[in-house]
């Protein structure tokens, strides 16, 4: 019997590295237990992605920076922020760095793929995900991916992420065209962290997706074993049911600790799920939501 392929993004595949218990409670339990609040240096990211998408698809002469900082301004996202002042702020922020990066870019230039979901599966995974920016220079495709928060990348974290590599090889064989280079663009301070991959080396990280891959999966046949799915629509309904937020029910880990066991570190301060982890909250203060923000910890 053919085995079965473990679908997968680069997402899923990070989360079970960093914690097993988060991934349990993201992807398997349901009714997924209650997030805590947005986080505004996501609102930051998405709004800069999102004008930038869009700055790709107006007509080459239409894409200047201040059409870029325009969209960015139309498009802003406002969750997680301490304040409207605060908002306001973080606004003209992201409008500056948008429009000075539009400002780098050829207007003429046409990308292979902008927001394009790419996917590859192996004898083990079936991955996809979607890729900010895929660029063609001269035969080669190359994956640009947009960073827009405090931590400037260097050559080592493009080497290093399993993400890059996965987009790297899924772009290749969705498009036909050799893909190798990935690059981490720093909006904030114009920096580009470049890796030029190896086909050997690509190989390494797809068994490394395999690797991970075949652990969570085997987490996830444990999981399914123990709780039955739901019925169509009783996630749905317990979910309405529940008159707020803070009236969520404690989450009981116990019974799925072995194959999900919680790794508390620096990272709870920053989990979605970390009132429902005490060893979480044990390991790391809950950061304010606008903690991330340069300047405004």
Not at 244 to 251: E, T
Request: hydrophobic fraction near 35%.
């Amino acid at each position: 019997m053919p085995q079965r392929l473990y679908a997968c993004t680069p997402s899923r595949l990070n989360t079970w590295l960093d914690c097993p218990r988060r991934y349990r409670m993201t992807y398997l339990d349901r009714p997924m237990p209650p997030k805590g609040p947005p986080w505004a240096h996501n609102s930051v990211g998405a709004a800069v992605h999102n004008a930038l998408a869009g700055w790709w698809r107006l007509p080459p002469a239409e894409r200047t920076p201040e059409a870029a900082g325009s969209l960015l301004v139309r498009g802003w996202l406002t969750d997680g922020f301490r304040d409207e002042a605060q908002s306001a702020r973080w606004r003209e922020r992201a409008r500056e760095m948008t429009e000075r990066y539009a400002a780098g870019l050829d207007p003429a230039d046409e990308p292979a793929g902008v927001e394009r979901t790419v996917a590859a599966r192996t004898d083990r995974i079936a991955v996809s995900g979607r890729i900010d920016r895929l660029d063609a220079r001269g035969s080669e495709l190359v994956v640009v991916d947009y960073k827009t928060g405090r931590y400037v990348q260097t050559a080592d974290d493009a080497r290093g992420s399993l993400a890059l590599a996965i987009y790297a090889v899924a772009a290749s064989r969705v498009l036909r065209r050799p893909c190798h280079r990935v690059e981490l663009h720093h909006l904030p301070s114009g920096e580009v962290a470049v890796w030029e991959h190896t086909d050997e080396s690509l190989r390494r990280h797809i068994r490394r997706a395999e690797q991970i891959a075949a652990e969570a999966s085997a987490a996830d046949d444990a999981y399914r074993a123990r709780v039955p799915a739901p019925r169509r629509g009783e996630a749905r309904t317990r979910v309405a049911a529940a008159p707020g937020r803070d009236a969520a029910p404690p989450v009981d880990h116990a019974p799925f600790d072995e194959q999900f066991p919680a790794r508390p570190g620096r990272l709870c301060s920053w989990c979605d799920f970390a009132r429902h982890c005490p060893e979480g909250r044990e390991a790391a203060p809950r950061k304010e939501p606008w903690a991330a923000l340069p300047d405004e910890a």
